[in-house]
Nanobody, 122 residues
Framework: VQLVESGGGRVQFGSSLRLSCAASGRSFSSNTMGWFRRPPGNERELVAAINWSGDSTFYKPSVKGRFTISRDNAKNAVYLQMDSLEAEDTAIYYC????????????????WGQGTRVTVSS
């Protein structure tokens, strides 16, 4: 099983980026998917999550209204559209998948990607 992130990079304050996560090895169409990040010197934190059907989402308060999580079950993929990027969004972003068929608040994140770096300069 592999989760592979892409789309990170170095951008300026106020810019946008779209992260993609492609899963292989098994289908995650019945699983909650999420995006985490680890800012420099800080712990990993949940940024956004989406349930299997896409009708239930979670956002960290500081990104709500700026980030949008979506998924394409036919492609076994999840995305994170990040708009109005701020310096505080600088981090390594990780895609993760739940292994228990739970919603985001009960998820056990057993599958992880290798991460993609996002750097926002002011």
């Amino acid at each position: 099983v592999q989760l592979v992130e892409s789309g990170g990079g170095r951008v300026q304050f106020g810019s946008s980026l779209r992260l993609s996560c492609a899963a292989s090895g098994r289908s995650f169409s019945s699983n909650t998917m999420g995006w985490f990040r680890r800012p420099p010197g800080n712990e990993r934190e949940l940024v956004a999550a989406i349930n299997w059907s896409g009708d239930s989402t979670f956002y960290k308060p500081s990104v709500k209204g700026r980030f949008t999580i979506s998924r394409d079950n036919a492609k076994n993929a999840v995305y994170l559209q990040m708009d109005s990027l701020e310096a505080e969004d600088t981090a390594i972003y990780y895609c993760a998948a739940d292994s228990t068929n739970s919603n985001w608040y009960g998820a056990i994140w057993n599958y992880w990607g290798q991460g993609t770096r996002v750097t926002v300069s002011s």
